[in-house]
Nanobody
Framework: QVQLVESGGGLVQAGGSLRLSCAAS????????MGWYRQAPGKQRELVAT???????NYADSVKGRFTISRDNAKNTVYLQMNSLKPEDTAVYYC??????????WGQGTQVTVSS
């Protein structure tokens, strides 16, 4: 069983920044893709950003130019730097890892609230 420990959520004013972290209890060599998803109240969970083992990144159109995903393979950790936050970014953010072999794991979620 893979454990994902998320941190970094909180309350911030519009225009502010937050950095989310997610540490995995498994070697990065076993992880194909690491990513972040979010779910706002009354809405479906949606992709925010992903990064592959080779470093390829993918972003939702709504966060392009504002959010940056990165990973530290030595620490088995993925980060999400969120700048220029907007009230519509308010959601629970979930870390996700996809292992080689298509095993998929989720973190417990961390709340991000952006006030106007």
């Amino acid at each position: 069983q893979v454990q994902l420990v998320e941190s970094g959520g909180g309350l911030v004013q519009a225009g502010g920044s937050l950095r989310l972290s997610c540490a995995a209890s498994i070697s990065s060599s076993s992880i194909a893709v690491m990513g972040w998803y979010r779910q706002a109240p009354g809405k479906q969970r949606e992709l925010v950003a992903t990064i592959t083992s080779g470093g390829s990144k993918n972003y939702a159109d709504s966060v392009k130019g504002r959010f940056t995903i990165s990973r530290d393979n030595a620490k088995n950790t993925v980060y999400l730097q969120m700048n220029s936050l907007k009230p519509e970014d308010t959601a629970v953010y979930y870390c996700n890892v996809l292992l080689w072999g298509d095993y998929n794991y989720w973190g417990q979620g961390t709340q991000v609230t952006v006030s106007s």
